[in-house]
């Protein structure tokens, strides 16, 4: 199995709380991502990192911010919590832009009060 | 945008069967498609990586095929097992990102 940790693993908050999701590799994989995994939505990609420092954003990512400071760690923060980001949130790590595999973390579930 | 069909959604076959799951996407310029396996309140599994130069590709009981042109993969399992009940994720990858179909739940019945 790929080295993805995402902490924390379980979290509950209230509304207009930030929120700051860990994700950690020890793959030293250049491309980090951000997705949320919604019922009838499917996965939707927040945010993503192709290098220190190098992050853009993907079709859903109103209300979130990332940051990328090491290889191995990228931490996604959901300024000021609401409903809508109740979700399970997925980082997912590969070696190149378009042609590496995808391996993804065990998951981080939020739930926004 | 890249939207990623599969069908169909929900399925259950005896054990023993061969499943056959299908995933349509619009966008025919990717670079490879993933299969995943996501068991409830897990994450996600890969199963296979079929590059866009290869027509197929198999690991044990899977086989997994790619039409690039027609915008279509298929993923077979040859005699289904309990184990396998899951939902099935197809994701073709292009433009920097993957994209999802919303899957296919798959129950195979002892």
């Known amino acids: 199995d790929a080295g993805i940790t995402q902490s924390p693993r379980h979290k509950v908050t209230e509304t207009g709380t930030p929120v700051t999701l860990r994700c950690h590799q020890t793959?030293?994989?250049?491309?980090m991502y951000w997705y949320r995994q919604d019922p009838g939505h499917g996965l939707r990609l927040i945010h993503y990192?192709?290098?220190?420092?190098?992050?853009d954003k993907g079709e859903v990512s109103d209300g979130y911010s990332v940051s990328r400071s090491k290889t191995e760690d990228f931490l996604l923060t959901l300024e000021s919590a609401t409903s809508s980001q109740t979700s399970v949130y997925f980082c997912?790590?590969?070696?190149?832009?378009?042609?590496?595999?995808?391996?993804f973390g065990e998951g981080s579930r939020l739930t926004v009060l | 945008k890249q939207e990623v069909t599969q069908i169909p959604a929900a399925l259950s076959v005896p054990e023993g069967e061969n499943l056959v799951l299908n995933c349509s996407f619009t966008d025919s310029a990717i670079y490879n498609l993933q299969w995943f396996r996501q068991d409830p309140g897990k994450g996600l599994t890969s199963l296979l990586l079929?590059?866009?130069?290869?027509r197929e590709q198999t690991s044990g009981r899977l086989n997994a095929s790619l039409d690039k042109s027609s915008g279509r993969s298929t993923l077979y399992i040859a005699a289904s097992q309990p184990g396998d009940s899951a939902t099935y994720l197809c994701?073709?990858?292009?433009?920097?990102?993957?994209?999802f179909g919303k899957g296919n739940q798959v129950v195979v019945i002892p």
């Open positions: 079929i590059q866009s130069s290869q």
């Open positions: 990192s192709y290098g220190v420092k190098d992050t």
């Open positions: 793959e030293n994989h250049r491309y």
């Open positions: 994701a073709p990858h292009g433009n920097n990102r993957l994209a």
């Open positions: 997912a790590i590969s070696s190149g832009p378009n042609t590496g595999e995808l391996f």
